[in-house]
């Protein structure tokens, strides 16, 4: 019986210590990366991916962001991306830099710089955008991340002042 009773105290332990181990080293803790895939939209200085077919136009991109947690659910980021346009054979190379904050590690909420770099164009657009969302953790590497997000136009002439869109992150954290 006091065998039985000290290997149920055992495994209960370990158990906790378990569970410690993994509270203590969770998908947003301090030295934790992140990258991501984005659902994106027709805007210019896209870092997610996106395409669309309408009367004989095709528009499309890929990219893809990653960070790195500075410290318990904070992280800096960097995206890039590259897209097309089938019918004037333009070329967008975009960027995104900034932060993610995750509000009691589930609620991502974005600060950051977006640019694009066209192809023969006399000015690129520039935004600075600002989102939060939800992230359901799926296990201990992925995470989806459905949200809201507004971007503000930097340029005065080039782009309507404010983009407000809806998208749906996919995470994964190592």
């Known amino acids: 019986m006091k065998k039985v009773l000290f290997a149920a105290i055992a495994v209960l332990g370990f158990m906790s210590v378990q569970a410690q181990e993994k509270t203590e ?9 992140l990258i991501e895939a984005n659902t994106g939209n027709a805007m210019l200085g896209n870092t997610g991916f996106y395409f669309s077919s309408q009367d004989g136009e095709s528009m ?11 410290i318990d659910d904070l992280a800096i980021k960097a995206g890039l991306g590259y897209g097309g346009n089938s019918v004037d054979d333009s070329n967008v190379f975009s960027y995104r830099v900034g932060a993610k904050y995750y509000v009691k590690s589930m609620i991502p909420v974005t600060l950051d710089l977006t640019g694009a770099s066209i192809k023969d164009a006399d000015e690129n657009p520039m935004w600075l955008g600002v989102g939060a969302g ?21 340029n005065d002439n080039y782009t309507d002042k404010g983009v407000f869109q809806f998208n749906v992150g996919f995470a994964l954290h190592f």
């Open 25 to 33: 080293s969770g998908q947003t803790s301090e030295g934790k990366w």
């Open 60 to 70: 499309y991109n890929i990219g893809l962001d990653g960070g790195y947690f500075v």
């Open 134 to 154: 939800y992230a359901w953790f799926l296990g201990q590497n992925v995470s989806i991340e459905p949200g809201v997000r507004y971007n503000h136009s930097l």
